[in-house]
């Protein structure tokens, strides 16, 4: 006897869409719930023939569409009626009833935070908190959950915002940087690539080969039925997935989508270039910008600053995070040091008085006599108490063209300050603070500036806690 197994009136393209198998998962589709129970019944008969068993307790029924509440149906298989539920996970995306895939990508970043958690808590147990290594584990282990299945689902803006929040507080997380941070800058300075441009990719290059399947599969079919559905016009309809992946696209690229050819091709060349657009953007037109405009130091007290809220989360290092390249420095724990320096994620006066609500002219060193406000600067170049640091990383400031003209000067405060320190055979008078910075961070030996601020901290931390 031969069964032929039920094929629903659900078409795509003029083929009615046949049972979906993949490996022991099945799924019916069916447009009415009588339609739907004619299936299950001469599935049952198939089961017979074959002498196959179904699991009933795994198998559920869903109603897809609509709004408020979830249309019932009573489906029953062997007189046990099955249970209808919301969502179901399928091929591991979990679609819901009204949701369909959106739901899944949203799950899907639940379940990409637990294995974070599991991720840092293992490294801090290890005592290992080297960021490059933590970088490649997340790659390995967390990216994949968390674009699981974003060529469907990563055209909705709020689950691309998601993703991009966990993947950046992920990365705060392992320098020890505050959340308030500008993630732009965190990811500049650990060299990542920001994760809507990953998952962006990946959609673009899911259509382009939709877009070129001449097989006769059942996928080939959807994509011609979506390209159809999308000629025609439906592009606001954000149930037409090509028409919101198209829009998605075009919204962070105008030209990403070449609407010329037939079919229209997504042109992921122009990926690079949104890549080094955004970088420009951010620290360009936001960070280096300002302080030009502000002047170096007084960027701390300018109007701008304390005015707008954006930028109360950038601090004096950061503004030169352009240079240096910090992850090549070989010791894990002082590269991590150097990065949280550079991203204002340490405890001189300027960071720990902004938490405490003291005016920024007030927050003055107490390592020194000096009576200058503690920031990235006073601490590098001018600070009493590192006069033997700095000499022993001497390099660090005799070939930074840090000017050693006005020596008499420096020696002479230095006298008046702490007279042991008058000999110091070097000083580091500086007009231009802002190029000083700037050449200081982009020193070629990133270790032995790491060092640096690694041994200056260490110091600080010590004299404070005596
Ligand atoms: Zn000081």
Known sequence: MKLALPASTIQIGDEQVPLLFYADDIVCLASSEAELQTMVNIFSCFCSTYGLTLNVSKTMTMVFGGQGTQTRVSITYRGQTLTQVDEFRYLGMTFHWSKGSIHGGGVLSTAAKGAINALISHAKSENSLDIRLLCKLFDNLVSPILLYGCEI?????????TVDSIYNGFLKRIIGARTSLDSNVVLAELKQTPMWLKKLKRQCMYWNR???LEDNSLLNKAALEQLTWYNSGARRDKKCWMAA????AQASLASLLNTECEPPIMQI???EQ??????????QNKALQSIRHEGSRDFYASERFIREDNFRSITYAQCFWRSGSPLEIANSVNMRTLIRFR???????IVVGAWVGIPRNHRICRCCNMNIVEDEFHMVFECLLYDQTRHEHIDLFTTTGSSQNNLQHAQRQSTTLKPML???NYAIIIDNKADEMRRFFNYPNQGLLASFISKC??????????
């Open 245 to 248: 992946t198209a829009c998605s």
């Open 343 to 349: 991203t204002g994620a340490h405890k001189l006066q």
């Open 210 to 212: 939709l877009m070129k």
């Open 422 to 424: 008058a000999r110091t």
């Open 153 to 161: 689902w990563g055209h909705c803006s709020k689950l691309t915002n």
């Open 274 to 283: 949104l890549t080094r657009d955004h970088e420009r953007h951010t620290f």
């Open 457 to 466: 901290l260490a110091l600080r931390n010590h004299t404070l806690n005596q």
């Open 269 to 271: 060349t122009a990926l």
